[in-house]
């Protein structure tokens, strides 16, 4: 789904929601088996038919809509395309998640994921990252007090914690408000390595994959391709396109402000 989150940018040069919902049903129906949590087919069969792209989602959970982490799993592409423009990346982030995710709190989760992949975008790797005053810049762009309390959390948890006191405080399942600021604060353990913050991140146990994916698009964004261990990349399924997405989102991101 970040590979549908990119082509829909991309071909779309911004965010369509009808024209995303359908790149992720087709998506689906070409590789059902890719691990899909029960809510987004559903949404998926609905669209197809007919649904507008923001009404199946509302209509999960009793009409409560989910909370779950997969809006922010798949956000990053977001951050590259309107890199820059904090406001307009969290607004684009919480669009992009509507499409499965009704809930506020999958909303918010996909906004802060988004705003700090794109705050280390533009990040000085060679510099020595603050994370109180990282935390501080995104509190600006989450109006939510779970969330807001949550970055508290991590902050008062660093720089030493645990991955068992990070799961047992912040969490390490499959809501947002749990995996996002899970991810941020493996990101921030170990700032400086793509390799030990995503081992940290595996260590908490849980749901660890989409924890360990959001943690290596935060690491990625501030230390680059270069940074994560080559014997990983030669084993990156499409590495080649998920290179041409990245490099066609920049030129599209470069386009639009010109």
Known sequence: MTIGVAQSLI???????AHMARVFANNYQAEPWRGYGSGPPR???????????????????????SFGNGAAMRVAPV???????????????RQTARITHAHQLGREGAA??????????????????CPTEF??????????????????KIERLLPNASAETVAREIGNDITALAA??????????????????VRFAISLGGDTDTIASMTGALSGARLGEQAIPPAWRK???????????????????IDDEA
Request: aromatic share 8%; net charge negative.
């Open 11 to 17: 071909e779309c040069r911004g965010f369509d929601g």
């Open 43 to 65: 949404i998926f069969d609905a669209i197809l038919k007919g649904a507008s792209w923001d009404v199946p989602a509302s209509q999960l959970f009793g009409g409560a809509g």
């Open 79 to 93: 951050a590259l395309y309107a890199r820059g423009d904090l406001p307009r990346i969290a607004e684009l982030a």
């Open 112 to 129: 802060l994921q988004a705003c700090a992949v794109a705050l280390l975008l533009e990040s000085d790797a060679g510099a020595e990252l």
């Open 135 to 152: 935390l501080a810049a995104l509190r600006g762009y989450v109006p939510s007090d779970p969330y807001r309390a949550a970055l508290d």
């Open 180 to 197: 996002v600021p899970a991810a941020l604060c493996c990101f921030l353990r170990h700032p400086d390595s793509f390799a030990e913050a």
């Open 235 to 253: 084993r990156v399924e499409s590495a080649d396109l998920l290179r041409d997405l990245a490099d066609h989102l920049l030129r599209v991101s």
